[in-house]
């Protein structure tokens, strides 16, 4: 290992990526996890919950812009939109960059949170500050189950299928989100690695299938995330993403006002072009 | 770091990837490079040349398959293709896919081509063994100045731009393959990474601007290179890769009967639609 301190994440997968820090700046232990905040050289400052890292001042918007501009503008008039997790806040400032929305957040960990917003401020941009915005603190399963019919979109902005993630992943918990969707509602996950974690990948693709007519996953760059290609999936009742025209794309972002730094008109259609081989794993 | 043998390559912008490693299967110094085999858990077999991995059995293919079939495509009639180092063999073995063409590939070190030959067997497949390949061990600068009007394609297939290998990037070498090159040839050659290699990707593509009237930088994975995205560039006389229907590039892999696992009509030309962030640091 070369000098200095290192934040090293290990894959069971015999993969490890590291990077060499300038500061460690908080440690914190939740009820529901650990958490950590790192400021390393090449990701800027990072949070890490039960040690794996989540989101990076440099690499955030890569993440959140695919988790949100793709499902909200597949959507032609998203309003209610509920986010589950997503405590940085990065993805509730890419819902409220659409200005005809009123989103509501449900994340289950208050100090996830208070410590990004005390730490990695720019992630959330001040959203958690907007009158439009309500978050609530309270389990996301829970408020699914009981709030029917309500949204136009939901987005699972969660950690990856470990432990108190894991139903968030499961086909009881996407029956539920169907029933809290409008008629012609849309869900948008993280969908992890497709190159490291296909068996989950293709675990959460073959639940959201038994529930919603139309499953799409697709690509996007996180750097700080190992392998640096992650996956999402739209799952709809209605709209499908692939269907939406480039132009109606640019005259929507340009309308809203929305220059986003990864998304565009382009690459909405170009991450949902699979390599042979990881459509392969989704056949 | 967890327990096991790892290998770990660090780059000088403070990150860390590291392999549990099978098994270090051979080190060799040659007069131009040090040179190691190692068998890691994740990647399988892998070629490091000074410390730096280049190529693994396992995601090989993802590289070749772009740095060749993207311009072999572009190109209608490719026969005289010079490919540059390149001496694990993959990307003479994608040349030869393509029926038409009689490669001569020019690699300065022998050592490379037998270590990966008795190593590494999977990536060539048989390719140095292929009649139509000829393989010369010598100097590609050299080589290509002194064979003016010879070739339709040329592959640069390198190590990065340190040391050695400094000069296939600077306009000195791009002017003498442009004299090389038929009037409607084209060059391409791998690009670093787009996320951590941003200085060398520009300089790259502005000695390529200086010489070629088209010039296109393409993206795709490499999930053992760092950051896990890589990117090529052609620069070519006559011929865009952007403006090559995707019927046409499915009826020639129907005709050649190539089956890419990771390139395809549509992968063709998604590759070519880069991010905001990363097209305005070629802008």
């Known amino acids: 290992m070369p000098p ?25 232990r939740s009820p529901f996890q650990n958490m950590e905040v790192i400021d390393s050289q090449l990701f800027g400052r990072c949070l890490v919950l039960d040690g794996a890292l989540q989101t990076s ?3 955030e918007f890569m993440y959140h812009e695919m988790l949100v501009h793709v499902p909200l503008v ?9 986010v589950i997790g997503g405590g940085d806040g990065g993805t509730l400032r890419r819902v409220l960059d659409h200005p005809q929305t009123e989103p509501i957040q449900v994340e289950i960990d208050a100090s996830v949170i208070e410590n990004s917003q005390k730490f990695l401020p720019s ?25 029917p019919g309500e949204f136009d979109v ?14 968030l992943f499961e086909e009881p918990f996407y029956r539920d989100v169907y029933k809290t969707l409008a008629e012609d509602g849309l869900l948008a996950a993280q969908s992890s690695s497709p190159l490291y974690m296909v068996s989950d990948l293709q675990a959460q693709v073959r639940n959201l299938r038994a529930v919603f007519p139309i ?24 709209y499908d993403p692939v269907r939406v025209g480039k132009a109606d794309i640019a005259a929507r972002l340009s309308r809203e006002a929305i220059t986003p730094r990864y998304y565009s008109p382009d690459i909405h259609h170009a991450a949902f072009v699979l ?5 392969e794993i989704l056949s």
Chains 1, 2 share one sequence.
């Open 123 to 147: 992630i959330s941009n001040g959203a958690f500050q907007n009158p439009r915005a309500e978050v609530l603190i309270a389990d996301g399963l829970q408020y699914v189950r009981e709030h």
């Open 74 to 82: 597949t959507h032609p008039d998203a309003r209610r939109v509920l």
């Open 4 to 28: 200095g301190d290192w934040y090293v994440e290990e894959e069971t997968f015999g993969y490890i990526q590291g990077v060499l820090l300038r500061e460690r700046l908080q440690r914190h």
């Open 215 to 238: 499953v799409r996953t697709y690509l996007g760059l996180v750097p700080a995330y190992p392998g640096g290609l992650w996956s999402y999936t739209i799952a709809s009742k209605r």
């Open 154 to 167: 939901v987005l699972v902005d969660s950690t990856d299928p470990v432990g108190p993630a894991i139903p």
């Open 275 to 279: 390599p042979p081989f990881i459509a």
């Open 57 to 59: 001042e440099w690499d």
